[in-house]
């Protein structure tokens, strides 16, 4: 069995992806992924049982680039809280995007995901195995705004190579 790869994935507002567990059990696992960029607006929920089991865990990636502003619910009435992972090749955690070459992650999408689920902002490393230091390259996060939460959920940031912080995360 040959599963392929989609070249652009788009996640409208719209559109929510669902994997909860029913009466008791652990939320699925959801996947929007793209060898090209993925678009994501949309949903994700991967609850747990209400009588028993942890939240889910949801991965969107775009290996070119990720447009995420969508929101994923991975909680779970009697256990843990799911986990969501944003990996793109390379982040800028900003307002706005300054940075051409990496996918913009807002601090407000953050701060919102971190309500329902524990966040996870990992950069891939390069496709042609060139790792040349410069604004952009792949396996790179740059921090250009202030990420800050009061959540109990965790926040993770885990780069291939280098994490610039011109801002704070707390």
Do not use: C, M
Not at 15 to 26: K, N, P, Q
Not at 63 to 86: E, M
Not at 96 to 116: D, G, K, R
Not at 133 to 149: S, W
Request: aromatic share 4%; proline share 2%.
């Amino acid at each position: 069995l040959t599963v392929r790869n989609a070249t652009e994935t788009t996640v409208t507002e719209s559109a929510t992806l669902t994997a909860d567990a029913l009466a008791a059990g652990d939320g699925g696992t959801v996947i929007a992924w793209a060898d090209g960029e993925t678009t994501f607006a949309g949903r994700i929920s991967a609850t747990g049982g209400a009588l028993g089991g942890e939240g889910g865990f949801a991965e969107v990636s775009g290996l070119a680039k990720l447009d995420y502003t969508g929101v994923a619910d991975l909680t779970a009435a009697a256990g843990r809280t799911g986990t969501l992972l944003l990996d793109p090749n390379n982040v800028e955690i900003n307002t706005v995007s300054t940075i051409a070459t990496a996918s913009l992650i807002t601090p407000a999408a953050i701060t919102t995901n971190l309500n329902t689920s524990a966040v996870v902002v990992q950069t891939g490393g390069s496709p042609t195995g060139v790792l040349i230091r410069d604004d952009g390259e792949p396996g790179d996060v740059f921090v250009k705004a202030a990420v800050t939460y009061t959540s109990a959920n965790d926040f993770a940031i885990l780069a291939h190579r280098h994490v610039d912080f011109d801002a704070s995360v707390q």
